[in-house]
């Protein structure tokens, strides 16, 4: 998220949470979304690093991803970036590799 809405609601929880109205669990899970929410950013660069890493075609990482081709090409020429599960999916390949998600 490129906005500060999850950091807004978790300083919030915490403030709930202070006053016993959210659980140490429901603490433990928004704070675990947070962190999700700060995973470093999947720039040009770093999308190329993955698939060269991999030794994959940016044909291939589109259908491991459910992506087009074309959406891999402006990802890798910095023209957008990915978000959602396309990129919770290219961050656990990087860290996991491409074997964690097929």
């Known amino acids: ?11 919030m929880a915490k403030r709930f949470h202070q006053e ?5 669990i429901t603490m433990r899970k928004i704070d675990a979304l947070a962190l999700n929410d700060k995973q ?14 991999e ?12 992506m087009s081709t074309e959406s891999i090409q402006k990802w890798e020429q910095g023209k957008s970036q990915p978000n959602g599960a396309a990129a919770r999916l290219l961050y656990l ?8 998600v097929l």
Do not use: C, Y
């Not at 998220?1 to 300083?11: L, S």
């Open 93 to 100: 390949i990087d860290k996991k590799g491409l074997e964690a």
């Open 20 to 24: 016993d109205a959210i659980s140490q």
């Open 55 to 66: 030794h994959i075609s940016q044909g291939v990482l589109a259908s491991v991803l459910a």
């Open 40 to 53: 470093e950013k999947m720039t040009a660069t770093r999308i190329k690093a993955i698939r060269h890493k």
């Open 1 to 11: 998220m490129n906005d500060t809405r999850i950091e807004r609601i978790q300083k």
